[in-house]
């Protein structure tokens, strides 16, 4: 019950296309879910973050969008660009102060 | 503005041994949190610390434990190294510790167990 599940392993796109990842839970408890973006060599950096009393969040070329009957969420990166060639975590809040729980990551390729 | 900082970069230990990792957080956050990922994987939760005291553990046996000094610099110890604790160790500070603050997170220790 504590897990995110996270889906595509791994996704290539050529310059320009919107990748989606996508991410779901079960625990109803889950009120916060963060994205994180992680180049080699580099700890995780949040990219956008969103609450459930929302469905859609927008910042720059990242959008989130939310289905909480569904219990899922996912990750939109428009007019995708080499440079976002990452792994890409969603993640979810434990219950507890500073408990974050991960999926298991998406590494995209940006094919220029 | 310094980000988050970690020491040593990387470190090879042998089975049974153990080691001490420590992390800086950024200037005014008062909270660290201490995660574990292991290639491909996501981050794992071992510890939160907030003003010195612990605020929350993960799924970790007790022979990782941890602390945070006045200055809100920390420490994780990890004792009777096995090869499983080869992962690369995060450390994150927020200004708080509520969970909806955001966690900046550090470049990580690289630790190696042989």
């Known amino acids: 019950q504590q897990q995110v599940k996270q889906s595509p392993q791994s996704l290539i796109v050529q310059k320009g296309g919107i990748p989606i990842i996508n991410c779901a839970y079960e625990?109803?408890?889950?009120?916060?879910f963060p994205w994180y973006q992680q180049f080699p060599g580099k700890g995780p950096a949040l990219l956008i973050a969103?609450?459930?009393?929302?469905s859609e969040k927008k910042e720059g070329r990242f959008t989130i969008s939310f289905n909480k009957s569904a219990k899922q969420f996912s990750l939109h990166i428009m007019d995708s660009q080499p440079g976002d060639s990452a792994t890409y975590f969603c993640a979810a809040d434990g219950g507890s102060q500073g408990n974050l729980i991960f999926g298991k990551g998406t590494k995209l390729s940006v094919k220029p | 503005d310094a980000g988050v900082t970690q020491s040593p970069t990387h470190l090879i230990k042998t089975r049974g041994q153990q080691v001490t990792l420590r992390c800086s957080p950024i200037?005014?956050?008062?909270?660290v949190s201490w995660y574990q990922q292991v290639l491909g994987q996501g981050p794992q939760f071992i510890f939160q610390?907030?003003?010195?005291?612990?605020?929350g553990r993960g799924n970790f046996p007790d022979r990782f434990s941890a602390r945070q000094f006045p200055n809100y610099s920390s420490e994780l110890n990890v004792n009777a190294l096995l090869l499983g604790d080869s992962a690369l160790y995060l450390c994150?500070?927020?200004?708080?510790?509520?969970?909806?603050?955001?966690?900046?997170f550090g470049p990580g220790t690289r630790l190696t167990v042989l």
């Open positions: 610390y907030y003003e010195k005291e612990e605020r």
């Open positions: 969103i609450r459930p009393d929302v």
């Open positions: 994150a500070s927020s200004l708080e510790a509520v969970w909806t603050d955001t966690q900046y």
């Open positions: 625990n109803t408890a889950f009120d916060y």
């Open positions: 200037s005014g956050h008062k909270s």
